[in-house]
Nanobody, 126 residues
Framework: QVQLVESGGGLVQAGGSLRLSCAASGRTFSDYAMYWFRQAPEKEREFVAA????????YYAVSVRGRFTISRDNAKNTVYLQMNSLKPEDTAVYYC???????????????????WGQGTQVTVSS
């Protein structure tokens, strides 16, 4: 089992920034590719970003490309999501997820990782 705990969500004005963190425990962190997903009210959960086991490869949803950056620190068992130039449509609950497999390209949109955190709320006001 992998336990994931997100933090860093909150309320921010449009154009602002937030940094989400996700602390992992339970298994060897570097054995897992890491993901961020989000779910807005009355919408389905959607893929946001992915990072490979060592951090050498990343992939982003088109909607966040150029604004969000995923990174990881395997020594700290933590994955991050730096979110810049936030828009009201970024408002959602953000979930961290872990999976032994790393998706890439369009395959990420339908990928369902094995382990999920409880989520952290991000609200962007206009």
């Amino acid at each position: 089992q992998v336990q994931l705990v997100e933090s860093g969500g909150g309320l921010v004005q449009a154009g602002g920034s937030l940094r989400l963190s996700c602390a992992a425990s339970g298994r060897t962190f570097s054995d897992y590719a890491m993901y961020w997903f989000r779910q807005a009210p009355e919408k389905e959960r959607e893929f946001v970003a992915a990072i490979s086991w060592g951090g050498g490869s990343t992939y982003y949803a088109v909607s966040v490309r150029g604004r969000f950056t995923i990174s990881r620190d395997n020594a700290k068992n933590t994955v991050y999501l730096q979110m810049n130039s936030l828009k009201p449509e970024d408002t959602a609950v953000y979930y961290c997820a872990a999976d032994p497999n790393y998706c890439s390209g369009s395959g990420c949109y339908g990928h369902l990782p094995d382990y999920w955190g409880q989520g952290t709320q991000v609200t962007v006001s206009s």
